[in-house]
């Protein structure tokens, strides 16, 4: 008998074990096809890409800075450091540079997050 899933995850690293749970969903026959990527239009890197979909993805609500580290880096080696403020602002510079402003706009919440406030 093969190995459960869950021994599999185990065994794995954080970032792979994603990818092969994710996988997994996408090769159900019950998921649905995915919406296009809105972000898609925008030429972001990956870790920019990762940023302003979990804004997005909070439907206008506040994503803190952990939140935000964790989205956008949860793939990197860690030591027990988390990206600072100051590389999250500049993350976010870089994002806000791409967005038109009939796209929507990044807020910052000072000593919160950050959230997505979409146009119109």
Do not use: W
């Not at 990527?37 to 909070?58: G, H, K, V």
């Amino acid at each position: 008998m093969g190995m459960a899933v869950h021994e599999i995850v185990e065994a794995m690293r954080p970032a792979e074990a994603i990818d092969y749970l994710l996988s997994i969903i996408e090769a159900s026959p019950a998921v649905a096809p995915q919406a296009p990527d809105p972000t898609a239009a925008f030429e972001l890197t990956e870790r920019q890409r990762r940023f302003l979909r979990a804004l997005m993805a909070a439907g206008g609500r506040a994503v803190t800075y952990e939140a935000l580290s964790y989205a956008c880096y949860f793939d990197a080696p860690t030591d027990g450091d988390v990206p600072s403020d100051a590389t999250l602002r500049y993350l976010a510079g870089r994002v806000r540079k791409q967005l038109p402003a009939s796209f929507g706009q990044i807020v910052n919440l000072h000593g919160v997050g950050y959230r997505f406030q979409h146009a119109g």
